[in-house]
């Protein structure tokens, strides 16, 4: 460590050295530029309807424009088809929609109210055998890690961690948060889910695993807030072959504690519409605001590749407590994780937008 330190320092006072770099990275960008602009004709997906010399200047003028990587904008450009207005408005539209989160994020952080807060995320880490995959999985963890340590939520409920990318968020968090964590599936040994409370505001009572005949897992903690409220915290991914399973359990749960799952899933819209469970939604309890409604969004994550339409695969569910004095009042729902990593302006942090919640507490 302290060698690269040295050498750093070594470099910022020597001007040749600066003037060398720069010269070296200008010429890896127009390397990386010349192999994407390689690939435009080449690619039989979206064939792009221009000669090599015109689409060079479309993508060029294009990733100018926008203010967005080549790459990402040869990208675009194939994907609607070479379709400037339509690139365009796919663009302006993802940017429009992050500012509108961010603003209104901004908005309700400028009240001094306090509130129990809970995030839930499907991280998408899971340990890959690929070495460039796995260090794409590192900056993404840490961008991951610098969200998290940023808005402190009481709880953090995440899904499909790998074991990499757990190692490290445990070791970052471990002076701020307990933890808990369980295999999703009892035959992966590199996928989880995982519960992390807030050591300041919460005491940790009991920790469980629930598990069904086909290896399936789902990890329960149940907690104390603030010495006063009972919350057990269910945390799981399922699909449609657990869902039943799933709820039975945590409809089993003590009535005078209060519950809140957080889920990820591959389970659509028309499934959940079709079924009836006895929790509450925390997107429809807060507004349903359009903004918050798809956490896997093709659209906007182009981290995530085909062409599939955006779903609500992320959830936050919620019982109250049959107990008077034992509420929590959902008020708030926002999205994270909606920005590009520090590293790159192509790669988020997970191909799933994370779910934060605020509740009033009334004890």
């Known amino acids: 460590e302290d060698e690269t330190t040295r050498m750093t320092s070594n470099s910022l006072n020597d001007p040749q050295i600066i003037d060398d770099e720069q010269e070296d990275d200008e010429k890896l960008s127009d390397q990386d530029n010349n192999k994407s602009l390689s690939s435009l004709t080449s690619d039989s ?3 792009c309807p221009f000669n090599h ?14 203010g967005i990587d080549m790459e990402f904008a040869i990208q675009l450009l194939k994907d609607h088809g070479w379709n400037i207005d339509q690139a365009l408005k796919a663009t302006y539209e993802a940017k429009e929609h992050a500012q509108s ?8 952080k400028d009240t001094n109210e306090k509130y129990f807060k809970i995030l839930s995320w499907n991280t998408d880490t899971t340990d890959s055998d690929e070495v460039e995959l796995n260090n ?5 963890t840490e961008t991951i890690i610098e969200i998290l340590l940023r808005e402190k939520p009481d709880v953090i409920l995440l899904q499909q961690v790998g074991t990499f990318a757990l190692t490290l968020i445990i070791t970052c968090l471990s002076s701020l948060y307990d933890d808990e964590s369980i295999q999703i599936d009892s035959s992966n ?25 086909e290896n399936w897992n789902m990890l329960k903690v149940e907690i104390e807030y603030k010495n006063s409220i009972s919350i057990d915290l269910f945390n799981a991914f399922i699909d449609e072959n657990t869902y039943s399973y799933c709820f039975e359990q945590i409809n089993k749960n003590n009535p005078n504690h209060i519950i809140l799952f957080g ?6 819209d028309t499934f959940w519409n079709s079924h009836t469970i006895n929790l509450d939604d925390l997107w429809q309890m807060t507004d349903q605001r359009p903004e918050t409604t798809y ?12 062409n599939d339409k955006p779903e609500r695969y992320d959830r936050i ?22 920005q590009h990593i520090k590293t790159s302006d192509i790669v988020f942090p997970s191909t799933h937008w994370a779910i934060q919640g605020y509740f009033d507490v009334d004890n």
């Open 53 to 66: 010399d015109i689409a060079s200047k479309v993508s060029t003028a294009f990733a100018k424009a926008t």
């Open 295 to 306: 956490t896997f969004d093709p659209e906007l994550n182009s981290n995530i590749t085909g």
């Open 45 to 47: 997906s979206n064939e």
């Open 101 to 108: 989160i961010m603003n209104t994020k901004q908005n309700w």
């Open 317 to 338: 569910f919620f019982r109250s407590s049959t107990s008077i004095n034992n509420q929590l009042k959902p008020v708030h729902m926002e999205l994270e994780g909606i």
């Open 136 to 140: 794409l999985i590192e900056k993404r």
């Open 263 to 268: 889920i990820s899933s591959q389970i659509s």
């Open 189 to 213: 040994d590199s996928n989880y889910v995982s519960i992390f409370t807030h050591k300041s505001t919460i005491k940790k009572k009991h920790v469980s695993m629930i598990k069904n005949s």
